[in-house]
């Protein structure tokens, strides 16, 4: 009981809240500034991909090389998967419990996706 009745305790609590606030702002920066530049390198891909559709003369490897780098890599996949934006409520934080998913979910709206994407490719003659 000594330790809440010093005078510092408020001080060391409020530095400690403060200092975790300010990580978590930190790492969520980092990880929008990540964010931004994978999205901004694949929309310039995307761009080399439509200007090299757009010319007259079509270079076959170049292409292939473009295409190769729009893909998303599988830590993207698990990525765009793993931040279905789900809240973790603190009842279930103490009570141990993991949250509810929803794979089916998710399985449905990625088959819905690949299905779009392959009548794009066919609509458009890509072969992959």
């Known amino acids: 009981m000594a330790l809440f009745s010093s005078p510092y305790f408020p001080h060391a609590l409020y530095s400690l809240a403060c200092l975790s606030i ?6 969520l920066r980092r990880t929008a500034e990540e964010e931004k ?47 279905g934006g789900e809240e973790v409520k603190w009842s279930d934080v103490f009570r ?8 089916e979910e998710v399985s ?11 009548f794009f490719r066919v609509e458009c003659g890509i072969r992959v």
């Open 22 to 27: 300010s990580v978590n702002f930190l790492s």
């Open 96 to 103: 141990g419990q993991k949250p509810a998913t929803r794979d």
């Open 108 to 118: 449905k709206w990625d088959q819905q996706d690949l299905e779009k994407s392959e």
């Open 37 to 83: 530049a994978r999205i901004q390198a694949q929309i310039s891909i995307l761009e080399s991909i439509k200007e090299q559709l757009q010319a007259p003369t079509l270079n076959a490897d170049e292409l292939e090389r473009l295409k190769k780098l729009a893909k998303p890599t599988p830590k993207d996949i698990a990525m765009k998967v793993g931040s």
